[in-house]
């Protein structure tokens, strides 16, 4: 599936917080049709604790912090993300909650290292087959107004033709943008039903345990580079996660909706791994 792209920092060059501050840039990012993703397209800026349980992920290399994915706060312990987010080694991760704002955090963020990386153990990058992942955090985390648990979705949940979602994230704003924003950015996509975008991608792509949102026949709305492991939400109750940021083809667009992780599907190894 390598031609395909996925939403995570970790598929692109990295975007230093130094780079950022002096220069206002990010580095330029290789772009091959299918990533993990990166950002939110056609979306606009997410108001100040909208979504108290969006998580930044940020990772060292020799001691400069790189942004790198998104996540889901899912107690005090333990954040939910994308299995292709979890490639490192936890002393080289750091979580970032309870702020807007990426690169100039406000005063109500909470910062966390990570203790433990518990990726799926049937994770497969190349079929992106259960893209899930647990970070076990070393400080636990206080709840405060910016700062609260995402609900996770009832193992029955339905999900119908026109219901809608909301993706959040700080991934790039444009297919192959290099610039990344400050601010937390949302979107609404509707949902597309398995068969038609499992067609879209040619057959045999999209498992039952990932779920498609986007506007199929227009684009312009998506997640991309950067947004990966971040929360997509019920829009009638953005606390509610359906899914979590994976792999899509190009950003926003047409005939090619973002695919998720279902994340109902996977609620029996969330409860036996979040202990």
Same mark, same amino acid.
């Given at each position: 599936?390598?031609h395909f792209r996925?939403?995570s920092?970790?598929?692109?060059a990295k975007?230093?917080?130094?780079v %950022?501050l002096m220069?206002?840039?990010a580095?330029?990012?290789?772009?091959?049709? $299918?990533?993990?993703?990166?950002? $939110?397209?056609? =979306?606009?800026?997410?108001?100040?604790?909208e979504?108290?349980?969006?998580?930044?992920i940020? /990772?060292y290399?020799f001691? %400069?912090?790189?942004?790198?994915?998104?996540?889901s706060?899912l107690?005090?312990?333990y954040i939910?993300t994308?299995?292709?987010c979890?490639?490192?080694?936890?002393t080289?991760l750091s $979580?970032?909650?309870?702020?807007?704002?990426?690169?100039?955090?406000? /005063?109500?963020? +909470?910062?966390?290292t990570?203790? +433990?990386? $518990?990726?799926? /153990?049937?994770?497969?990058g190349?079929?992106?087959?259960?893209? %899930?992942?647990?970070l076990k955090?070393?400080?636990?985390?206080?709840?405060?107004?910016?700062v +609260?648990?995402v609900i996770?979705p009832?193992?029955?949940?339905?999900?119908?033709?026109?219901d809608?979602f909301?993706?959040?994230?700080w991934?790039?704003?444009?297919? =192959?943008?290099? !610039?990344?924003?400050?601010?937390?950015?949302?979107?609404?996509v509707?949902?597309?039903?398995?068969?038609?975008?499992?067609e879209?991608?040619?057959?045999?792509?999209?498992a039952?345990?990932?779920?498609c949102?986007?506007?199929l026949a227009?684009?312009? %709305?998506d997640s991309?580079?950067?947004?990966?492991g971040?929360?997509?939400?019920l829009?009638?109750?953005?606390?509610?996660?359906v899914?979590?940021?994976?792999?899509?083809?190009?950003?926003a667009?047409?005939?090619?909706?973002?695919?998720y992780?279902?994340?109902?599907?996977? !609620?029996?190894?969330?409860?036996?791994?979040?202990?």
């Open positions: 599936m390598s996925f939403k920092a970790t598929m692109f975007v230093s917080v130094g %950022i220069a206002a840039c580095a330029a990012l290789p772009w091959d049709g $299918i990533v993990k993703r990166r950002a $939110i397209v056609g =979306g606009e800026n997410a108001e100040k604790a979504f108290p349980f969006q998580a930044a940020w /990772e290399f001691g %400069i912090p790189f942004f790198t994915c998104g996540g706060v107690n005090e312990n939910l994308a299995g292709h979890c490639t490192s080694d936890p080289s $979580i970032l909650v309870g702020a807007n704002q990426l690169y100039f955090p406000e /005063e109500t963020k +909470q910062d966390a990570v203790a +433990q990386v $518990i990726q799926h /153990e049937d994770y497969n190349n079929t992106v087959l259960n893209d %899930i992942c647990l955090l070393n400080e636990a985390l206080v709840w405060t107004d910016t +609260q648990p996770l009832d193992s029955s949940l339905n999900i119908t033709e026109g809608l909301v993706v959040s994230g991934g790039a704003t444009s297919e =192959g943008g290099i !610039l990344l924003p400050n601010d937390l950015q949302k979107v609404t509707p949902y597309v039903a398995d068969d038609v975008c499992d879209a991608y040619g057959g045999n792509a999209v039952e345990s990932m779920v949102a986007g506007d227009n684009g312009g %709305i991309c580079q950067g947004d990966s971040g929360p997509m939400t829009a009638s109750d953005k606390r509610t996660l899914g979590i940021v994976s792999w899509g083809q190009g950003c667009r047409p005939g090619y909706p973002g695919v992780t279902e994340v109902s599907y996977f !609620l029996d190894w969330i409860a036996a791994n979040a202990v």
